[in-house]
């Protein structure tokens, strides 16, 4: 008798190579057995920021979030700053840096909340979602699509904005949801 095959990639072909992603159709073999081919979006990975302007363990700390425009949505969305990790940098450095560009603020503490895929049925993407604190002011630097405005708001708040359907962004949500189990550690 015949060892099975261990699921995983058969072969794997480059169709696509763009500034943000790349797609790939891959020949993989499944659990199951069976064979078949899916397209999966490459991605680097992201880093993501919940920015309290306020101690964690404060009753109802004071966030900042950026609405931004988001061609795909073709609106104005309500996020946390984010993006996309550069060749070979650290999760941690990409999430001061993103903080840094988008709100101009630095952090002095970053602490790690969790990662986690962002739609792994079809993209390899992580995004890597870290608490900032000891928030201090500077200048944003913000690239050419980037069209934003800074929002500071209680936590609470934005968690009705996530109940009352104004936070549609799933990295937002997520964020939130696990800044809000932080503070109640606090």
Do not use: W
Not at 166 to 185: H, V, Y
């Amino acid at each position: 008798m015949e060892p099975e095959e261990k699921p995983g990639t058969i072969s794997s072909r480059r169709a696509y190579t763009g500034r943000v992603i790349s797609l790939d159709v891959d020949t993989v073999r499944f659990p199951n057995g069976t064979t078949g081919e899916l397209e999966m979006i490459r991605h680097p990975g992201a880093s993501a920021v919940v920015p309290f302007l306020d101690e964690v363990a404060a009753a109802d700390p004071r966030i900042i979030l950026i609405r931004q425009y988001r061609y795909a949505a073709s609106d104005y969305l309500f996020e946390i700053p984010a993006g996309r990790l550069d060749a070979g940098e650290a999760p941690d450095a990409c999430a001061r840096r993103e903080l840094r560009e988008e709100t101009g603020y630095t952090a002095a503490e970053l602490t790690p909340m969790t990662t986690f895929y962002t739609t792994p049925g079809f993209t390899d993407e992580r995004i890597h979602l870290f608490a900032a604190t000891g928030l201090l002011a500077g200048t944003a630097e913000l690239e050419s699509d980037e069209i934003l405005e800074l929002h500071t708001t209680r936590l609470s708040a934005a968690l009705s904005m996530i109940a009352g359907g104004e936070i549609q962004d799933g990295k937002t949500m997520i964020g939130l949801m696990f800044a809000a189990s932080f503070t109640r550690q606090g």
